[in-house]
């Protein structure tokens, strides 16, 4: 089962943050450089996402709205029943991050990785990740006033503001500048991943720098790190289930229904992290635990499935293209900002 070196690099970061963590001016500087590090990662969102082929992608609709309701409502819902394990297994401040982490966006090279080894839809797989990740940038934020709004996770009408500027902005004026731009992107996909990468790790060690500071790490203990890992456990298994045989149920073919579940089982580390970021201020360390765990998860689980779907019987009877046609994939790796299959 596959551990994504980029976990590796970000639970490294972790351990500087823990070791160095930026203080008092150095702390003032890495905050700004982290903010217009998620400013600069948004905008690469924007200019890399083709809105022809999103547009193409609406003609599968009955799957992309079964992904957004896998994705938007019964992620949540699941999330709020995870309420009254606190105080028995999590801890407030753990639950936040747990019911943070079902509010995200699915990922989409994952998505896309799974589904071409399982032999399924792989250019629905493209279409609804990125319908997924564009819709989180407005939707994830409203749910997670709505639902943590009151509960200690810090939002607020100014936390709106903040989103607005730091993230729909740079996006929109990514989309906007995408036919001057475009080409130069694609060229130079790899460095500008390296980029990405970067500013999701700057991200993390500001986060965890300020938990440092604030001592918050002496709140998690191993009993409560054991129960997390058990509770996101069920909550996956639960979600595998549900879209593999809720596909089933609404009429989808062997394709379609592997699309869905590699899909709409998924949180995106790479939109999560920034959001939170914003979202979370100060509580932020904390806050992207969950989703953290989930991810190597989420990874090692799928691999294990894709590999069973691609010896099923019906993929031989029911072939489909593995793999994505050259366009759309690249726009689509790139859309998450690394070539790494957990993003």
């Not at 980029?6 to 702390?27: K, W």
């Not at 699941?78 to 407030?92: F, I």
């Amino acid at each position: 089962m596959p551990i994504d070196p980029y976990v590796l690099l970000l639970l490294g970061t972790v351990g500087i943050a823990a070791l160095l963590p930026a203080r008092d001016t150095a702390a003032d500087v890495a905050s700004g450089a982290s903010t217009a590090a998620i400013a600069f990662l948004f905008f690469l969102y924007g200019a890399r996402l083709s809105t022809r082929e999103a547009v193409d992608g609406l003609r599968h609709w009955r799957l992309h709205v079964t992904v957004l309701v896998c994705t938007f409502v019964i992620f949540p819902v699941l999330g709020l029943a995870a309420r009254g394990l606190v105080p028995v297994l999590l801890t407030h401040p753990l639950y936040q991050g747990l019911l943070f982490l079902t509010l995200v966006p699915s990922t989409i090279q994952s998505s896309i990785a799974f589904t071409s080894i399982a032999r399924g839809n792989v250019p629905a797989a493209i279409c609804a990740g990125s319908f997924s990740s564009l819709i989180g940038i407005v939707l994830t934020p409203l749910l997670a006033a709505a639902l943590l709004g009151g509960n200690g996770g810090g939002f607020s009408a100014d936390s709106i503001v903040k989103i607005v500027l730091q993230l729909l902005v740079p996006f929109v004026a990514g989309q906007l500048l995408r036919r001057w731009i475009g080409e130069f992107i694609a060229r130079h996909k790899k460095v500008l991943g390296l980029v990405d990468r970067g500013s999701i790790l700057l991200v993390v060690y500001t986060a965890f720098s300020e938990g440092m500071v604030r001592g918050i790490w002496h709140q998690v203990s191993a009993v409560r790190l054991a129960g997390l890992l058990a509770v996101e456990a069920v909550l996956l298994a639960v979600m595998l289930v549900l879209t593999w045989y809720g596909a089933k149920a609404l009429g989808f073919g062997r394709g379609d229904r592997i699309a869905i579940q590699f899909a709409g089982s998924k949180k995106s580390l790479a939109s999560g992290l920034p959001m939170a970021s914003v979202l979370f201020g100060a509580h932020a360390s904390l806050a992207v635990l969950p989703l953290m765990l989930f991810h190597q998860m989420q990874l090692m689980v799928c691999a294990v499935i894709a590999k069973r779907r691609a010896h099923d019987p019906e993929a031989q009877e029911d072939p489909v293209d593995p793999a994505p046609p050259p366009a759309p994939a690249a726009q689509s790796r790139s859309a998450v900002g690394t070539g790494t299959a957990g993003r």
